[in-house]
């Protein structure tokens, strides 16, 4: 296992799963990742269904555990440390967008984007601004259960907006939205990263994988092709097994 990269915003190396199937036997969903985010950067991750985005990013944000390897996240090892020590690391220094939203239906708009960043004791989160960052001055009241998706997005964006972590996974935010719905979920996104903010964003949408610094392709749990600053038909090339040298040469 070559070593974890000093500075990085995430640093993982030789990281494995598997899961149990019925009847004892395992599959391995992740065979040996290593991955390195820069302060700064935006990383896509693409690669057919099942080949282990979902997995990779539960594991590198810390809410699923590898089998082996090393994560460090700012410098701090998140696989081996205690489930206490864990919820701080999350809590201070990452934050998740879901394709499912994951707000608290019994919480207002106000009080889903101010939760995250009150337990991490920022004594007072700008939840205004990071309401009207994403277009919904006004609707602090409302219940999550009474927007649309595409706002219930937008309310998951704030709430990151207002915590300010250092490195945000983002798992196909834009997988329930409609296109133009989808555009602006991925333009607040793309613009969080940058400075000391860090984005890895799992996308089906070549344009949004496109929109990254770089773009790590996964195959059956491995990594198959790292592409810098690709085309959507590089990536469209990468993910049907072509190389973009194959295809330059062509
Ligand atoms: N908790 C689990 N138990 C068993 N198998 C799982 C579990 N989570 C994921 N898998 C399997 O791991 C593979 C990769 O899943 P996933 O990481 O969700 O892929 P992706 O996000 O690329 O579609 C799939 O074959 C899936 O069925
Ligand atoms: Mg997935």
Known sequence: MTD?????????????????LDGGA??????????DVLPGEMVSIVGQSGSGKSTLMYCLAGLERPDAGAIAVG????????????????????????????????????ENVALPAR??????????????AVGLSGHE????G?????QQQRVAIARVLAAEPPIVFADEPTGALDSATGADVLNLLRSYAGADR?????THDLDAAARADRTIVLRDGAIVEILLRPSALDILAATRGESVRDRGAA
């Open 26 to 35: 395992r599959v391995d969903v992740l065979r040996g990742i290593d991955l």
């Open 119 to 132: 337990l991490a004791r920022r004594s007072r989160p700008d939840t205004a601004a990071a309401l009207a």
């Open 198 to 202: 860090s984005v890895v964003l799992v």
């Open 141 to 144: 009241r409302k219940r999550p």
């Open 4 to 20: 974890l990269l000093p500075g990085a915003a995430l640093t993982a190396r030789g990281i494995t799963k598997s899961f149990p």
């Open 146 to 150: 009474a927007l649309s998706g595409g």
């Open 75 to 110: 410098g701090e090892r998140i696989d081996r440390a205690s489930p206490a020590r864990l919820a701080r690391l999350r809590r201070d220094r990452i934050g998740f967008v879901f394709q499912s939203y994951n707000l608290i239906p019994s919480l207002t708009v106000q």
